[in-house]
């Protein structure tokens, strides 16, 4: 039976409103604890997506040669990051010639691991992952998306709609939901703002949740879960054009950065031939009509090489909140 958009809407509301109100039972239990630690609730695995999703139907030109392995970080949930990026890496695995295997993770760390031990070949990872992959394995950018002509975003603080908040001052003693503990974005931003005024989450905030996606953060803001969230604005504004629905219950109330478009990156050790031709894939797509579709729904217009300081505003900011 088919489950029309609408009723799997409802149903992933549902199951996300019972695991923050289980994460909240569980915080307000703890009662001895005046500021206790970030709660991880792992929404993405209540969707019931499977974590490993091999490429139907697309036989490579080479039957030769192995999968190539995929994997795209949360920062939007299983289910919409599936249906974002599927078509895209279709394409990829057939200007290879080899077949695509997608691999998810609930957190960027998980990510990062799967390359560091080469378990994937490559992965789209969001900025804040890159420190740690540098220090731990030399982690290595092939490109970035440019998107509306830039290749920098901005995280945004968002409340719900009906809210009288308006700074992050406001949320003093108030709930807020982090997307994952290496999220630039979704997390680093707002540490980073708390740093800046000689404040932790712990201290600030009455309680946090980790909710493994940007758009599960603005769900659970637009549904009065929590009373605020920091997400990426290239979440944010994807969801403004593809799926208006899900903002508008909320308002951004703060604008952080810019910082380094999420970047595509390999192990510094990947095999040079396969290397070459992920990046000439990835630099040259928007040059043929069907690349270019595929970009268009995603809301990127191409794919660039990285200057060499994209990033330090993020090593910047992680290495201030990792002293801390």
């Not at 029309?4 to 809407?9: L, V, Y």
């Not at 080479?62 to 949930?77: D, E, F, K, T, Y």
């Not at 804040?128 to 970035?144: S, Y």
């Not at 192990?267 to 579709?293: Q, V």
Request: glycine share 6%; with cysteine.
């Amino acid at each position: 039976m088919k489950i029309a958009p609408r009723q799997r809407t409802i149903g992933r509301r549902v199951l996300l409103r019972a695991a923050i109100t289980l994460a909240v039972a569980l915080v307000s239990s703890a009662a001895c604890e005046r500021t206790p630690a970030p709660i991880r609730v792992s929404f993405a695995r209540r969707a019931g997506t499977p974590s490993v999703r091999p490429a139907p139907d697309h036989e490579p030109p080479h039957p030769s040669a192995g999968p190539l392995r995929v994997a795209v970080a949360a920062m939007l949930s299983p289910t919409r990051t599936l249906d974002a990026y599927h078509d895209l890496l279709i394409y990829m695995g057939q200007r290879l010639g080899r077949p695509v295997r997608l691999i998810q993770r609930p957190t960027y760390a998980e990510v990062n691991d799967l390359l560091k031990h080469h378990e994937i070949d490559v992965a789209f990872v969001c900025g804040g992952a890159l420190p740690t992959g540098e220090r731990d394995f030399g982690m290595t950018v092939l490109a970035v998306p440019e998107i509306r002509g830039k290749t920098v975003y901005h995280a945004y603080l968002i409340v719900n709609r009906r809210s009288g908040f308006e700074s992050l001052g406001d949320l003093v003693a108030r709930s807020f939901a982090f997307s994952d503990p290496l999220s630039t974005s979704g997390r680093v931003a707002a540490v980073y703002q708390l740093a800046l005024r000689g404040q932790t989450p712990e201290r600030f905030f009455s309680r946090t949740v980790f909710t493994h996606s940007h758009d599960n953060s603005i769900l659970a803001v637009a549904d009065g879960l929590v009373d605020g969230a920091v997400v990426g604005s290239h979440v944010y504004d994807y969801l403004r054009a593809r799926d208006p629905d899900a903002i508008q219950q909320t308002r951004v109330i703060a604008r952080w950065g810019p910082f380094g478009n999420p970047p595509v990156v390999v192990h510094p050790d990947l095999d040079p031939a396969l290397h070459s031709a992920l990046e000439g894939f990835l630099l040259s797509i928007h040059a043929d009509s069907f690349g270019k579709r595929l970009l268009d729904r995603l809301l990127i217009d191409r794919f660039v090489e990285p200057s060499p300081d994209l990033f330090d505003s993020i090593r910047e900011m992680e290495a201030r909140v990792r002293r801390r």
